[in-house]
């Protein structure tokens, strides 16, 4: 098949490209902090992607140049090179992409080491978990969860629909901590809360439109629970549900969503995914199909003008996601102070003191429920908006 | 004597008397090195943009720059058909630090490569671009200075290279479907 080529340099020269192509690779995942192509954990060290990688990089030539005169003899065809060097980028994202992953498994196992029983939290058997965290099942109307009363506070309790995102409760158990930790946050404040379970699938639309309603119904229906204090919160595309419940329901008080989706571009993020998570990953989040269509009938950002102006609504961001631009969001203050002429129009002031955006340094679309001080700043903005509403 | 073979033979004459010289330049005129660095310098470019927008309009340089290349490729074997030079080895006692090729030495098909890319990519990142220029006039230099190539060989590689460069860019909007094709199926795959 070579004609041109030494069969041996042929051999080494794809050596020499696969190492150079890794070096490459590690210095575009520091410098866009990529966990998907890392060898290792850039984020808070961006020089060791650069030193590995320029190593690499350096280090290939050094040897293959050094190493083989044959270079100078006659040398391979143009279509030759070109396909060595697509060969060498196969193999060198493959190697790339491999290394990542197994990187994310074994943190995954020292996680779910230290975490012991409470790693499938709240999915565990009868009578293994004690206390506040021993969340009784319900169903409800097209879907269940699970209820917890907080151990402070007086009945009836102010209430919180939890929506988990799509990912999450299908991940491994170690990456479902920050629904716990979520919960707790809440609980801690005083709130009761229903954990709404989406394991068998999310609900397509407009289907999804009525589980947000019927978990509501189904809180007002609880005798501990205050039927006029309710609020919702929502992760990643269950944001997007959360928001357009508040538009359309009376009984929201307060709605929080944490990194909802704002576009389209956001269920189709081409390399921008590998900076929340790793290639294999982001095969299993793409075969969700049905989020693209979700996000643009959901039409969540419209909905903001929908909502009534008494209603709390708190929309957070990481500052690194890699699902939602900063000039998306940058357009969602626009298309918020858009009132209907049917609402009386509050002055932009108004309107901004019950909007509450936040964008929250460092993190990215899947680390930001897992931020404690995410968790607690937004269990500390429901409790201001809803312990005292008449 | 020809002003070509003059400068050729100013070029050359060098060669062989400046050890350290004589190693970069057999360093760069190899078919390996250049041509390289100059696709990992594509792979990077097709990865760096921060944001999609940015990254689409890079991977558009990156595809540009290889039709030019595939229109510089095209445009050297018709140039081949027409007209054969020997190269300067053949007809002359040269200073030779490399092997003896045998094809034409009309155009220097190794800097019409360098040059058609460094158009393709200087049309859109003008630093890049101009340091492309430079490795690929290096390139072309190092052909003159190890014996293969006649200066007028390596001005005639830039003509068409440059020319290469400039006629796809021109035309771009014919290739528009193609690259948006490639640039969606790769980020389907998450690698654009």
Known sequence: MLNFMIEYLARAYLVCVVVAQLGVLQIIAARRRLIGLAFADYRARPKLGYVIGGTLLVGSYIWFFTTYKAIFQPGP?????????????????????????????????????????????????????????????????????????????AEPYPAICFLPNQSSQSAEGSQRRHLRLLTQELLDVGFAVLLVDLREGYPSYPEVLALVPSALSFLSKQPKVDPDRLGVLGLGLS??????????????????????????????????????????????????????RLVLDLAAVESLSNTPSTVPTLLMWGAM????????????????????????????????ALLDIRIVPEETHMTLPQNRNVARSTAQWFAERLKHVA | MSLDYELFRLINGIAGSVPLLDTLMRLVVNEYFVPTTISLLLLGLWLWGESPKERAFLQRA????????????????????????????ANHEVNLLFYRPTDSSFPSNPTTVGFAFATGIWLYKRRLGVALYGL???????????????PTDV?????????????????????????????????????A
């Open chain 2, 136 to 150: 690929a006039a290096l390139f072309g230099f190092s052909r003159i200075y190890c014996g293969v190539h006649y």
């Open chain 1, 321 to 352: 996601d890699g699902l939602v631009s900063p000039q998306e969001r940058a357009q969602v203050s626009n298309r918020a102070f858009v009132t209907n002429s049917e609402t009386s129009s509050p002055s932009s002031g108004e309107r901004s």
């Open chain 1, 77 to 153: 065809a143009g279509a030759e090179l070109t396909f060595l060097f697509a060969v060498a980028c196969i193999l060198s994202f493959g190697i790339t992409f491999t290394i990542a992953e197994a990187r994310r498994w074994l943190a995954q196992r020292r996680d779910r080491m230290r975490a012991g029983s409470d790693a499938t939290w709240p999915f565990m058997e009868e009578g293994k978990a004690t206390g506040v965290f021993a969340g009784r099942p319900v169903s409800f109307g097209i879907a269940s969860g699970f209820l917890f009363y907080p151990e402070r506070g």
């Open chain 1, 239 to 292: 944001g997007n549900v959360a928001l357009r419940s508040a538009s359309t329901d009376d009984r929201v008080k307060a709605v929080a969503a944490l990194g909802m989706l704002l576009s389209g571009a956001g269920a189709r993020p081409g390399l921008d995914v590998l900076r929340e998570m790793t290639y294999l990953q982001a095969i299993r989040w793409a075969g969700f199909r049905q989020r693209e």
């Open chain 2, 62 to 89: 990156v595809l540009l720059s290889i039709s030019a290349l595939a229109l510089s490729g095209i445009l050297v074997k018709a140039c081949n058909l027409i007209y054969w030079r020997p190269r300067p080895f």
């Open chain 2, 155 to 191: 001005l005639g590689g830039i003509l068409f290279g440059t020319g290469s460069g400039l006629i796809v860019h021109r035309y771009r909007r014919l290739l528009e479907p193609l690259i948006n094709l490639i640039i969606n199926v790769g980020r389907r795959f998450f690698v």
